[in-house]
T-cell receptor
Framework: GENVEQHPSTLSVQEGDSAVIKCTYSDSASNYFPWYKQELGKRPQLIID?????GEKKDQRIAVTLNKTAKHFSLHITETQPEDSAVYFCAAPSISSGSARQLTFGSGTQLTVLP | DAGVIQSPRHEVTEMGQEVTLRCKPISGHNSLFWYRQTMMRGLELLIY????????DSGMPEDRFSAKMPNASFSTLKIQPSEPRDSAVYFC???????????????FGAGSRLTVL
């Protein structure tokens, strides 16, 4: 099955600075890489995702980059704000029977944006 | 759409009791997933269904856990008998059809926080 490793486990940045979270995956057939944000006591929510036919995707202050050769992808948050403080999870699908169905999640990164 | 609906939101029970968690996926989503979240183990996939059929239950911890999906709009996760180590937040999630534009995009429910004393 898929093995997803995420780091760092904790990250503190000053408001306005950038934050970068990195993940590696093991299944070279994986073709979809989402990032979820989970605020304290809430459900994980999808914030951005990328499919394997592109190398980068941006949505306002967040971006995801993908390096399929090295099997890693990263989340970039620019101009961080206190409301960005949360746990962020990366994920990658386990490919079985030719159809990617279940996501394996990384261990999470607790991001704290200091005012 | 009201999203993925889970109940109960909180459950406190005593060791040995039966626990049943319920989930209503988003209408039209044909895949349903049960995840467990703990500080120690993070988000773990327990089981998932495609078109109401269980596909992979290798994540189910042991025989005390069972899951059913009798129809496209309802699933249950049952723990019998419950143990203190089962205390966790249990999330249900659903996604659209594989191969379509929304494939693999999970929408999570609010979760059921289970405490077993």
């Amino acid at each position: 099955g898929e093995n997803v490793e995420q780091h760092p486990s904790t990250l503190s940045v000053q408001e306005g600075d950038s934050a970068v979270i990195k993940c590696t995956y093991s299944d070279s057939a994986s073709n979809y890489f989402p990032w979820y944000k989970q605020e304290l006591g809430k459900r994980p929510q999808l914030i951005i995702d990328i499919r394997s036919n592109v190398g980068e995707k941006k949505d306002q202050r967040i971006a995801v980059t993908l390096n399929k050769t090295a099997k890693h992808f990263s989340l970039h948050i620019t101009e961080t704000q206190p409301e960005d403080s949360a746990v962020y999870f990366c994920a990658a699908p386990s490919i079985s029977s030719g159809s990617a169905r279940q996501l394996t999640f990384g261990s999470g990164t607790q991001l704290t944006v200091l005012p | 759409d009201a999203g993925v609906i889970q109940s109960p939101r909180h459950e406190v029970t005593e060791m040995g009791q039966e626990v049943t968690l319920r989930c209503k996926p988003i209408s039209g989503h044909n895949s349903l997933f049960w995840y467990r979240q703990t500080m120690m183990r993070g988000l773990e996939l327990l089981i998932y269904f495609n078109n109401n059929v269980p596909i992979d239950d290798s994540g189910m911890p042991e025989d005390r856990f069972s899951a059913k999906m009798p129809n496209a709009s309802f699933s249950t996760l049952k723990i019998q008998p419950s143990e203190p180590r089962d205390s966790a937040v249990y999330f249900c999630a659903s996604s659209p059809l594989a191969g379509g534009p929304g494939a693999n995009v999970l929408t999570f429910g609010a979760g059921s926080r289970l405490t077993v004393l």
